[in-house]
């Protein structure tokens, strides 16, 4: 608890440091940007900043990368209460409430509670990020190959089956990305595979390549085909000023969010969309003033906002955990970010709190930073974030595809990139087409040459006795986890929920 | 129309699962104390992509995908604006070393715009080069990361 402290001391002291601030800063503010934006996501911004790291150093880099990671979870209510499209697919659930409320004049106070409830429930997240990791670190340190083989196998599982409306789609994304992992050096061996002799593919495909090929291209090519051209109409911003009512209203909303989000966050169930789905729906149940939500025709229900709004953020601080302490992506995002550690040829799992410490806690330390500079840009200054939305949609797009084309050609200046940038976002359009989910095609990509690696760890350790795996208790654990979570999405449709995936 | 498109996504599928297994046999079969070696994960993606792939075309040629409604369907994709858009995004990968990149991006830009329905090219070239321009002078001069120039670190 004392060693927590100091340690976190530490890492303010870090975090500080001018350079380092100025790193926070930027992450938030391109955060909240992304997230305000439609048509650009966390995931395709941290994939294109990566270019970065070949200069910055490894602290301030990673401070702004989080800060993109965390800020786009604050900035996308915007979009949502103002427009009737949410920013985000984590914020599905604030449209409900938040725009209706906007209609009906109370876009400031939605944009108010989304904001604060942001900031309360990222800053218990942290909080428990800083009392969790290094617990979980320690008991991973125990971790042997066979329990992260079937820790990975769990992930991969609850990535793709949880997800979309489909478990067989979900689980064809998966084997896609795990497909395109296996090209190029085998991690043990170091044997080439796939790669048809070019010399290009034996250092594998970037993942950078295939994330913007599929976010920012797929995107852009399945918006231009299938989006009306007229934007819709924007509800008009509103004194941010909550009543009394409002905030009684809104302080249990933000603590249940919380409560909900985080535990979501840290399991590999792929991002935000259940948690805030189960807080929305908490909330309409426990609600003493059922009629304001929509469902009832009412005028919108804060609590709807602020719920799911909370929920969201805290998941966020909760994907750090498995992130930083065991090397698991949770979401398409968090596997980008993994990559942003490897630049820097650091491992995130057991050992970073040991190897990497100080980069650690300095990294969780401008965590609440950020959520300072987060609650600031959102509050006072909704107004101008609102101004982002004026952009006109080609010029958007035009924008992001430019960027895109830098931050895939940046990586090893080769056109040849740009054409197969290209093909994978045709693919990428046919998949968001035909409701094939897209985050399993980068965690199988990333955690797949992982898993590999575990398991001939393990299967060499055991001298090829596969049932080492139901044999350790906590491999075995992860192992019927696995089995169960195969039956949770026949469980939720049933109860009619269908969810989508985070980007 | 969704349905023979489905069937080629399935088919897709099983294309990819066929060129990763016929892959397996060229790979050392070495499997030291593991009992397994560099085939095994290749061997088992592609039976995982050959088992999707039948069952998707299953799916495909009995009613359709599962948990699927095409909404779309009715929708006429806007095929010159996704013209506009590839064509943008060719270009540029095909000039970038060509004509540097500030131009090749300023001509995706345009594209692009005109893709999303934009009707005044010339004022998104003005647009694109002055977004690109302070772009490329950050990567170029700041970041050191090496975008193609038409004439020296300024263009």
């Not at chain 1, 060693?3 to 350079?19: D, S």
């Not at chain 1, 990368?65 to 965390?70: I, R, S, T």
């Not at chain 1, 900031?119 to 428990?128: D, K």
Request: aromatic share 10%; hydrophobic share 55%; glycine share 12%.
């Amino acid at each position: 608890m004392i060693e927590t402290w100091n340690f976190l001391l530490a890492g303010f002291a870090t975090a500080l440091q001018p350079a380092n601030l100025m790193w926070a800063f930027i992450g938030c503010l391109l955060g909240t940007a992304i997230g305000v934006l439609p048509g650009i996501g966390p995931a395709l911004t941290v994939a294109m900043l990566l270019p970065v790291t070949a200069k910055v150093d490894p602290s301030g880099a990673l401070i702004m990368l989080c800060g993109v990671f965390y800020g786009a979870a604050y900035g996308g209510s915007t979009t949502s209460i103002l427009m009737n499209t949410p920013g985000e697919s984590s914020s599905i659930m604030t449209t409900l409430e938040g725009n209706l409320m906007a209609k009906n004049g109370r876009a400031g106070p939605a944009l108010a509670t989304s904001a604060i409830g942001s900031f309360v429930a990222g800053t218990i997240g942290v909080i428990l990020l800083s009392l969790f990791a290094p617990l979980v670190a320690d008991l991973a340190l125990k971790f042997g190959p066979a329990e992260f083989f079937s820790l990975m196998v769990l992930a991969f599982v609850t990535v793709s089956a949880v997800l979309g409306a489909s478990m067989l789609r979900g689980m064809t994304s998966l084997a896609l990305g795990l497909a395109i992992g296996l090209v190029g050096m085998d991690a043990i061996a170091g044997i080439p595979r796939y790669t048809g002799g070019v010399p290009e593919l034996i250092d594998g495909i970037e993942f950078v390549l295939v994330a913007v090929g599929l976010f920012a291209v797929g995107e852009a090519l399945f918006n231009v085909l299938y989006q009306p051209k007229d934007p819709g109409s924007r509800n008009k911003l509103t004194s941010i000023w909550m009543t009394k009512e409002d905030w009684r209203r809104s302080w249990p909303a933000w603590l249940r969010g919380t409560a909900i989000g985080f535990p979501f966050g840290s399991i590999p169930a792929g991002g935000a969309e259940i948690p805030t789905f189960l807080s929305y729906s908490t909330e309409r149940k426990l609600s003493k003033h059922p009629e304001d939500f929509s469902s009832s025709g009412g005028q919108g229900a804060i609590e709807g906002v602020a719920g799911p709004e909370a929920a969201n953020n805290a998941c966020s601080a909760g994907a750090l955990v498995p992130l930083l302490t065991l090397g698991i992506p949770t979401s398409a995002t968090a596997a980008v970010l993994i990559g942003a550690f490897q630049n820097y040829n650091i491992q995130p799992g057991p050992l970073l709190f040991q190897t990497s410490g100080e980069l650690v806690w300095a990294l969780i330390a401008s965590l609440y930073i950020g959520n300072v500079m987060l609650l600031i840009l959102n509050l006072p200054m909704v107004g101008l974030w609102a101004r982002l939305l004026t952009i006109p949609r080609p010029q958007l797009y035009a924008g992001i595809l430019v960027f895109a084309s830098i931050g895939v050609y940046g990586m090893r200046q080769s056109a040849f990139d740009l054409f197969l940038m290209y093909a994978i976002g045709v693919i990428g359009v046919v998949m968001r087409r035909f409701d094939f989910p897209v985050a399993p095609v980068i965690i199988g990509m990333i955690l797949g040459p992982m898993a590999e690696k575990q398991l001939r760890n393990a299967l060499s350790i055991s001298q090829g006795d596969w049932l080492v795996f139901f044999k350790q208790p906590i491999a075995a654990t992860f192992m019927l986890l696995t089995i169960a979570v195969l039956f949770v999405p026949m469980v939720l449709r049933k109860k009619g929920v269908a969810l989508s995936e985070d980007d | 129309m969704t349905k023979a498109w489905q069937i080629g996504i399935a088919c897709f599928v099983l294309a990819l699962a066929a060129v990763f297994g016929f892959g397996v046999p060229g790979l050392p079969a070495e499997t030291g104390y593991a009992g397994i070696g560099p085939r095994f994960a290749p061997a088992t993606i592609s039976i995982m992509l050959a088992v999707v792939g039948v069952l998707l075309l299953v799916q495909a040629l009995t009613g359709g995908f599962r948990g699927f409604t095409d909404v779309l369907a009715t929708v006429p994709p806007d095929a010159r604006g996704a013209l506009w858009v590839s064509a943008g995004v060719l270009l540029n990968a095909a000039l970038i070393t060509r004509v540097g990149f500030v131009l090749a991006a300023t001509l995706l830009f345009v594209c692009v715009a005109r893709g999303f329905g934009s009707t005044r090219p010339l004022r998104d070239a003005v647009i694109g080069f002055l977004l690109v321009l302070p772009v490329f002078w950050l990567f170029a001069r700041v970041l050191d990361v090496n975008l193609p120039r038409l004439f020296n670190d300024w263009l």
